[in-house]
């Protein structure tokens, strides 16, 4: 029957989450929206975001691509899955109540999401997909906010800073990973010895004096997780002291 669906199967004006709460009911179907995001999540960590196509997602899910365009209708409803589905690992404890420990947590989790999952960083929608999820995610920070006398701006702009220092970090660390490993360097090490000949002509000439003393002098070059939390206790100093909080 028109505008009827049947195991959160796609209706044009039916919105996809309240499709999935739908298919939900029905934890028997051969194939729901739950499995298609998660389906779709493995096969970005095992082979990359761009492996995730309607044609390879159905042939992994054991259907025709036909009855998965039944269910999402494209690319961004099945990008808003995955980051449904990975938005759970970013689920800040209870236990945690104040402002600053709720933020330095989803921080921490978020780097952890990312670095688990390279390609989230690569959705298109990455920071801005709305999902259940990550709603809850976002409201769990803004009331950690709220009553400290900071206006609804203030809120959401300290929770959107700690967000893209986080994403942004993660990102890049995850990248530095992905790429010294597809050179074979296992270690800190080992990547400043393939780099030494580019490195030993730049500080010849003489024009970085300040960087040669870190590369001679540093002792963390190779602790990401000590650079990550001391860039984010950076983000929240400032936070606390602009707002006086």
Not at 53 to 60: D, G, H, K, P, Y
Request: glycine share 10%.
């Amino acid at each position: 029957m028109a505008g009827q669906e049947k195991n959160g199967a796609a209706v044009p004006g039916k919105p996809l989450w309240e499709r999935l709460e739908q298919s939900r009911v029905a934890p028997r179907a051969a194939l729901s929206l739950e499995r298609i995001g998660a389906v779709a999540v493995e096969l970005a960590d095992a082979e990359g975001l761009a492996a995730v196509t309607m044609r390879r997602l159905a042939a992994e899910l054991g259907v025709a691509p036909m009855a998965a365009y039944r269910h999402v209708s494209g690319k961004d409803d099945l990008w808003a899955l995955m980051a449904e589905r990975v938005a759970a690992e970013q689920s800040i404890p209870e236990g945690l109540t104040g402002w600053r420990e709720v933020l330095r947590a989803f921080g921490l989790l978020t780097r952890e999401m990312v670095l688990r999952h390279p390609w989230a960083g690569e959705l298109p929608t990455a920071l801005f997909v709305l999902t259940p999820g990550r709603m809850a995610v976002t409201e769990r920070q803004l009331a950690a906010l709220d009553g400290l006398g900071l206006d609804e701006d203030a809120m959401m702009v300290s929770f959107r800073t700690v967000s893209a220092f986080a994403y942004g970090a993660a990102v890049s660390e995850g990248a530095l990973r992905q790429w010294t490993e597809s050179l074979g360097w296992t270690s800190g090490d080992e990547m400043r010895a393939g780099l030494s000949p580019q490195m030993t002509y730049l500080m010849s000439t003489g024009r970085y004096p300040t960087y040669e003393r870190y590369g001679l002098r540093a002792t963390r070059k190779d602790d990401a997780a000590w650079t990550f939390e001391t860039g984010l206790d950076c983000v929240l100093d400032g936070i606390a002291s602009r707002f006086g909080i």
